[in-house]
């Protein structure tokens, strides 16, 4: 593993935890009514998707990780609204509401570094 930048740090990390949540919910026998845990973990799956691509793609790294954050973000504010669930479909639980923008600072966070470095090198 050569030098890893910030954000496939974070396309590894959040894959992992989303992956792992996103199984073990499937595996326990997600609902998929509406609202349902197996839309939760559908979603989850396809954001790890997202962060594979990221991940094994060093040129999609950023923009993995941009996509990321922005649809954390967006569950984030959806949550202000119906706090119960995501578009009546995808339950919102308290973890969710702690991992959610945990999720899309974080990818922030990556996403400044990362612009951080570029102007470094630029200067």
């Excluded at 950023?62 to 984030?76: F, M, V």
């Amino acid at each position: 593993m050569r030098t890893w930048s910030a954000s496939r740090w974070y396309c590894l990390i959040v894959a992992v935890f989303l992956g792992i949540r996103a199984t073990t919910t499937l595996a326990a026998g997600a609902s998929f009514t509406t609202p349902g845990t197996g839309w939760r973990a559908t979603w989850q799956l396809l954001v790890v998707a997202i962060l594979l691509a990221g991940l094994f793609v060093t040129r999609l790294a950023r923009p993995a990780t941009a996509a990321t954050g922005l649809i954390y973000l967006a569950a984030t504010v959806l949550e202000f609204f119906d706090g119960a669930t995501l578009l009546g479909i995808v339950p919102v639980d308290m973890r969710d509401r702690f991992v959610h923008p945990l999720l899309a600072v974080a990818a922030a966070l990556c996403l400044a570094v990362a612009l951080r470095r570029t102007t470094a090198r630029v200067s």
